[in-house]
T-cell receptor, first 110, second 113 residues
């Protein structure tokens, strides 16, 4: 039931773009994206609900393909502050528990 | 808005003792609280879901008698790790549902020696 994230790790230079994917074997109600820095709690990035939508703020955006049961997180013109581990949390009904993917470790180098 | 305060942030305890972790919602009512455990370089694994005023629902493989969850009010949920052992050492995080999604506490680093 755990969603699968890819890639597991990615290294970028400042200014480069990255895409992180999250796939579920079950029909999704929602996808939640978080970034976690080492030793800290996850920080909310955005939520996408079924119906297929795309959201974004600043240089981070995400899409949700309900049919394919997957979501992608897009990071453009990456900054050093983007470094961390990105998790997608998948929800299967409104207000229910979230199940998290294994995480994608992103490192942005100067 | 939607702040969850989690305490303590770090705790070291002796093997065989119990540790209580508290999560308080400061500016909203948390009818549902989720408790996660995270081992180094791993994902957040859901342990249990607690609803205010009722018994918690535990995920498969999580010992109910070892990880006691109490959600007695709309603003407070507690996780007690009983008879802690070194293998219980981990990062414990609570999460609460609010109007715009889910918010996390700051986490508790538990070390059992």
């Amino acid at each position: 039931q755990q969603p699968v994230q890819s890639p597991q790790a990615v290294i970028l230079r400042e200014g480069e773009d990255a895409v992180i994917n999250c796939s579920s074997s079950k029909a999704l109600y929602s996808v939640h994206w978080y970034r976690q820095k080492h030793g800290e709690a996850p920080v909310f990035l955005m939520i996408l609900l079924k119906g297929g939508e795309q959201k974004g703020h600043d240089k981070i955006s995400a899409s949700f393909n309900e049919k394919k049961q997957q979501s992608s997180l897009y990071l453009t013109a990456s900054q050093l502050s983007y470094s961390g581990t990105y998790f997608c949390g998948t929800g299967y009904n409104q207000g229910g528990k979230l199940i998290f993917g294994q995480g994608t470790e992103l490192s942005v180098k100067p | 808005g939607a702040v969850v305060s989690q305490h303590p942030s770090r705790v070291i305890c002796k093997s065989g003792t119990s540790v209580k972790i508290e999560c308080r919602s400061l500016d909203f009512q948390a009818t549902t609280m989720f408790w996660y455990r995270q081992f180094p370089k791993q994902s957040l694994m859901l342990m249990a879901t607690s609803n205010e005023g009722s018994k918690a629902t535990y995920e498969q493989g999580v010992e109910k008698d070892k990880f006691l969850i109490n959600h007695a009010s709309l603003t407070l949920s507690t996780l007690t790790v009983t008879s802690a052992h070194p293998e219980d050492s981990s990062f414990y995080i609570c999460s609460a549902r609010w109007a715009r999604g889910y918010t996390f506490g700051s986490g508790t680093r538990l070390t059992v020696v």
